[in-house]
């Protein structure tokens, strides 16, 4: 059975920092992409950041660049989203999910999808 489950969410204040954590098993984890996402109330699911790791490439969104790092323990069949500088707009849920090909940022392309974990900065 595959399995995504994400953890390390949380209440923080603006300015500091979470580190979301997604433990995968029931598939090959070192032949899929990993990606982040987050939906906010009444919005659309977004990509954050995603790690292909064929090649080590990364994509983060533009509204996280320099504050959040992906980063990945093919061992641990783990990844990790280190959030830092934390803002508001940030609160939303978090999910980690899984593809077998590289669809980078959009959710449609993603294959297997854990449960979600919620941030919430506060102001």
């Known amino acids: 059975e595959v399995q995504l489950v994400e953890s390390g969410g949380g209440l923080v204040q603006a300015g500091g920092s979470l580190r979301l954590s997604c433990a995968a098993s029931?598939?090959?984890?070192?032949?899929?992409?990993i990606g982040w996402f987050r939906q906010a109330p009444g919005k659309e699911r977004e990509g954050v950041s995603c790690f292909r790791s064929s090649d080590g490439i990364t994509y983060y969104a533009d509204s996280v660049k320099g504050r959040f790092t992906i980063s990945r323990v093919n061992a641990k069949n783990s990844v990790y989203l280190q959030m830092n500088s934390l803002k508001p707009e940030d609160t939303a849920v978090y999910y980690c999910a899984a593809s077998s090909s590289w669809p980078q940022s959009q959710p449609k392309g993603y294959d297997y999808w854990g449960q979600g974990t919620q941030v919430t900065v506060s102001s």
């Open positions: 029931g598939f090959t984890f070192d032949d899929y992409a």
